[in-house]
């Protein structure tokens, strides 16, 4: 099973690439679980139509109760991808890091992925924080493998780099490792020259390498991932690429 933890710098695009390589996968034939690590909400919207589901945290808010099944808490979008969210606290209240981890051990009690029985599932998780609740998906079993989304952009490398020291220090206790880099591209000057170089010195890849696109733009308005909109686009192929990097590597390993 691909089990992936997506990390990056908030506003990086980390919800843009993981839903876009949820629906490659599940256009390959696979069957796929999205979950979203962050208050927001947001992750999984684009392979929904636009419409978002009902965070966890949100659900035990309002009906003062834990869910009973899944399908309280999820929604199926294209291409057959089950899409969770976490949600988070009341704003301003509590640690989103908890709901996260909330979240995991119902999803445990609810026996998700032994009812599920998914080829992959992908974590899309809060900003460049990876302690506590915000490092649960990459500890103990949940995620094998972490990408890192950044652009060439100063920050988006700091927070880049900090992701990648915090999952190293932590091979040894059963963590997930890092898989590459995603490339998203911002068109900053000599951008895949300043990628490649914290690669080199990471020992890491760059595993996708995506294009600033007008496409991605155009069908998120519409709700979409680029796959759904129009699989023959640059973005897109560029995802699939990915996707079956990713198929083979576990049919190998497997």
Not at 47 to 53: D, Q, S
Not at 101 to 109: A, K, Y
Not at 156 to 178: C, G, M
Request: glycine share 12%.
């Amino acid at each position: 099973m691909i089990k992936l933890a997506i990390y990056g710098k908030g506003g990086i695009g980390k919800s843009t690439c993981t839903a876009n390589l949820s629906a490659a996968l599940a256009s390959l034939g696979k069957r796929v679980i999205q979950i979203g690590c962050d208050p927001k909400a947001d992750s999984t919207i684009n392979l929904l139509g636009g419409e978002g589901v009902i965070p966890v945290m949100d659900y035990m808010r309002k009906y003062d109760e834990e869910p009973e099944s899944i399908e309280q808490i999820s929604k199926v979008g294209f291409g057959g991808v089950l899409c969770i969210e976490t949600g988070g606290p009341t704003p301003g209240l509590g640690c989103a890091g908890r709901g996260i981890i909330t979240t995991f051990t119902l999803l445990e009690q609810l026996e998700l992925f032994k009812k599920y029985k998914p080829d992959a599932v992908l974590y899309d998780v809060l900003g460049d924080v990876v302690c506590g609740g915000f490092a649960a998906p990459i500890r103990e079993g949940y995620a094998e493998q972490v990408l890192i989304v950044t652009s060439g952009e100063k920050m988006a490398l700091y927070a880049a780099n900090n992701i990648f020291s915090a999952v190293k220090n932590f091979e040894d206790r059963s963590y997930a490792k890092v898989r590459g880099v995603i490339l998203n591209r911002r068109n900053v000057e000599n951008e895949e020259e300043k990628v490649r170089a914290f690669t080199e010195k990471a020992g890491i890849e760059i595993t996708a390498d995506i294009p600033r696109s007008g496409d991605i733009i155009k069908y998120e308005d519409m709700g979409k991932t680029v796959i759904e909109g129009d699989n023959e686009c640059e973005a897109a192929k560029r995802f699939l690429a990915l996707a079956k990097t990713l198929i083979d590597e576990d049919e190998k390993n497997g």
